[in-house]
């Protein structure tokens, strides 16, 4: 079925580094959502990419999607401790999983101060 | 605007019970989804309603059940529990029933002993 996979599943970095997680889907998307789950928390919507190649920033954070519309990365440029979390991946279902949203399973950040 | 709020936000049932959590979305949103959250299987869609009715169902077993009212509250019932249903129980509302950002509530912790 379908699958929306996301790497590394967990990234620990000493506060001020880079970080970026990758999702890739087994099929082309029309888009794709970024989410944010701080522990304890729950998943805070980020953005949505909807273009080819399409580029978005938001403070320290940049997301792109790809030309193919089949991948998606997050670069968070010098981590912060409130960077800290958990994020996801997610694109719109096809086929037998129309009209859902399926996740990736995520890549959870730990921030050394 | 208030969001999405979830009752109760903690429980604790023994297995064979049966048991149903609340949803009110953010007023105006008129679809509601629920998701599954464990450590093993990530974020997984259950069902989402738009005008009281049942518009996409994930690959759940007919023990998780769920309805809508006409206010757009919703909730979710499974019956006949075990263990592997203990998780995190998300809702999310979104304005309709073709937009895919999802807003969640902070969810309902289900512990099955």
């Known amino acids: 079925g379908q699958q929306v996979m996301q790497i590394p599943q967990y990234q620990h970095v000493q506060e001020g580094e880079d970080f970026t997680t990758y999702c890739n889907s087994s099929t082309t998307l029309s888009n794709i959502q970024w989410y944010k789950q701080r522990p304890g928390g729950h998943p805070v919507f980020l953005i949505q990419?909807?273009?080819?190649?399409e580029v978005k920033k938001q403070k320290r954070l940049t997301f792109q999607f790809g030309e193919a519309k089949k991948n998606s990365s997050l670069h968070i440029t010098a981590t912060q401790t409130t960077d800290v979390g958990t994020y996801f991946c997610a694109g719109p279902g096809y086929g037998g999983s129309q009209g859902n949203l399926i996740f990736g399973k995520g890549t959870k950040l730990s921030v050394k101060p | 605007k208030a969001g999405v709020t979830q009752t109760p936000r903690y429980l604790i049932k023994t297995r064979g019970q049966q048991v149903t959590l609340s949803c009110s979305p953010i007023s105006g949103h008129r679809s509601v989804s629920w998701y599954q959250q464990t450590p093993g299987q990530g974020l997984q869609f259950l069902f989402e309603?738009?005008?009281?009715?049942?518009?996409n169902k994930g690959n759940f077993p007919g023990r998780f059940s769920g309805r809508q009212f006409s206010n757009s509250r919703s909730e979710m019932n499974v019956s006949t529990l075990e263990l592997g249903d203990s998780a995190l129980y998300l809702c999310?509302?979104?304005?309709?029933?073709?937009?895919?950002?999802?807003?969640f509530g902070p969810g309902t912790r289900l512990l099955v002993l």
């Open positions: 999310a509302s979104s304005l309709m029933w073709s937009e895919r950002t999802q807003y």
């Open positions: 309603y738009f005008s009281e009715t049942q518009r």
């Open positions: 990419l909807v273009k080819s190649g």
